[in-house]
């Protein structure tokens, strides 16, 4: 009896151990598995940080160039409400019709003595046609 007593108490603590192994060794796996998923879910928060970071910045760009699409609109829209005879070339052709020279049209339109030499040689009569 006592045999069977040294047995059955050398299976149970064998039990016992492979029990121990076992846990110890579902321990470990689950701690790497836990530390990987720990690893990933780092490297997604980084990749999440800088996305975030380009999307503000990118967002701050949208924002500049629809004010300025705004502020071009509205010059576009001035420029096209704007009346045509205050423009610096309608006064300067009409100016010229009435015997201005060159000199005439750079200190009453501002322009430049290129631009009044042009406009005096885009505005000349045809010769032969009645002034």
């Not at 039990?15 to 879910?41: F, G, I, P, T, W």
């Not at 980084?46 to 004010?67: L, P």
Request: hydrophobic share 45%; glycine share 6%.
């Amino acid at each position: 009896m006592e045999f069977t007593w040294f047995i059955s108490f050398g299976l149970v603590t064998f039990a016992c151990l492979m029990a121990v192994l076992v846990s110890y060794h579902c321990y470990k796996k689950s701690e790497q598995a836990r530390q990987q998923v720990s690893d990933e879910l780092a490297k997604v928060l980084a990749e999440f940080s800088a996305f975030k970071s380009s999307s503000i910045g990118i967002g701050k760009k949208v924002m500049g160039i629809e004010k300025e699409l705004a502020e071009t609109v509205e010059k576009q829209q001035d420029f096209e409400f704007q009346d045509p005879n205050s423009l610096p070339y309608t006064q300067a052709s009409r100016l010229i019709q009435m015997g201005a020279d060159a000199e005439d049209l750079v200190n009453s339109c501002g322009l430049s003595n290129a631009e009044a030499e042009l406009l005096m040689l885009v505005n000349r009569q045809p010769m032969g046609a009645a002034h």
